[in-house]
């Protein structure tokens, strides 16, 4: 038979794991057609070869079939040089520990503020009932009891507090929110600002009881006033 008689096509794909070769013939079977087939072989052992080269395995995930394999493999796997085991509870676990310091340190800061918030607040208070003597021995002089002024400065001080800490619980997750979006966008830690836990409730009631506390003074100041002694000075 004779060659032009004969057409044979190839297709390689060089870009894929697995390579296609696709050979077909028109006409009788003959030398050139077993030629063909020949080279069509050799580029596709080629191809393949070359692709194989390309690959690296660089990670492999592996199921323990008994609690001793998972003890017991790791080990093996990092005595040697070129591979290396890592255990996702135990990295978690000492990830999480080397970051034990840095939260206690958070926390340890959060109660500072807290502190710095409470001292602010009873600051606040009594300067503005020292604004106030007046205005709260005029409510005296009309029939207003020692026990109104008393309870409208304590809820003063209390509302304040109470609304503050609501705010900033939720500019906190508020926050946490934005922060968790940019971080999901970079494909980084996963973090929302959308879980409450009931702990919050816990930190506004301290908030509550710190603005009681801060208020208590002043309250007792306006309590005890002088009406006749501070519409003299006025």
């Given at each position: 038979?004779?060659?032009?008689?004969m057409?044979?096509?190839?297709?390689?794909?060089?870009?894929?794991?697995?390579s296609?070769?696709?050979?077909?013939?028109k006409?009788r079977?003959?030398?050139?057609t077993?030629?063909?087939?020949?080279?069509a072989?050799e580029e596709?052992?080629?191809?393949?070869?070359?692709n194989?080269?390309d690959l690296?395995?660089t990670a492999l995930l592996v199921?323990?079939?008994?609690?001793?394999?998972?003890?017991?493999l790791p080990?093996?796997?990092?005595?040697?040089?070129?591979?290396?085991?890592?255990?996702?509870?135990q990295?978690t676990?000492?990830?999480?520990?080397?970051?034990g310091t840095?939260?206690d340190?958070?926390?340890?800061?959060?109660?500072?503020?807290?502190?710095?918030?409470?001292l602010?607040l009873?600051?606040?208070?009594y300067?503005?009932?020292?604004?106030?003597?007046?205005?709260?021995?005029?409510?005296r002089?009309?029939g207003?009891?020692?026990?109104?002024?008393?309870?409208h400065?304590l809820l003063?001080g209390?509302?304040?507090a109470i609304v503050?800490?609501?705010?900033?619980?939720?500019?906190?997750?508020?926050s946490a929110e934005v922060?968790?979006l940019?971080?999901?966008?970079?494909?980084?830690?996963?973090?929302?600002?959308?879980v409450?836990?009931w702990?919050?409730l816990?930190?506004?009631?301290?908030?509550a009881?710190?603005?009681a506390?801060?208020a208590?003074?002043?309250?007792?100041?306006a309590?005890?006033?002088?009406?006749?002694?501070?519409?003299?000075?006025?």
């Amino acid at each position: 038979a004779s060659r032009s008689a004969m057409s044979a096509y190839v297709r390689v794909s060089r870009h894929c794991t697995s390579s296609a070769v696709h050979v077909g013939s028109k006409g009788r079977s003959g030398t050139g057609t077993h030629d063909d087939r020949d080279h069509a072989h050799e580029e596709h052992q080629t191809a393949s070869s070359a692709n194989t080269e390309d690959l690296e395995l660089t990670a492999l995930l592996v199921q323990y079939r008994s609690p001793v394999a998972a003890v017991s493999l790791p080990r093996q796997i990092n005595a040697r040089n070129a591979l290396q085991a890592a255990v996702p509870a135990q990295e978690t676990s000492r990830l999480f520990n080397m970051l034990g310091t840095g939260f206690d340190a958070l926390r340890l800061f959060g109660w500072i503020l807290l502190f710095a918030a409470g001292l602010g607040l009873f600051i606040a208070l009594y300067n503005a009932l020292r604004q106030r003597r007046q205005d709260l021995a005029l409510m005296r002089a009309l029939g207003a009891p020692r026990r109104t002024l008393f309870l409208h400065v304590l809820l003063e001080g209390l509302l304040l507090a109470i609304v503050g800490g609501a705010l900033g619980i939720a500019l906190g997750h508020l926050s946490a929110e934005v922060l968790g979006l940019w971080m999901q966008q970079a494909q980084q830690l996963n973090l929302t600002g959308r879980v409450w836990l009931w702990e919050e409730l816990v930190l506004l009631g301290v908030a509550a009881l710190i603005g009681a506390i801060a208020a208590l003074l002043p309250a007792i100041q306006a309590y005890r006033q002088d009406v006749g002694l501070e519409l003299r000075k006025h």
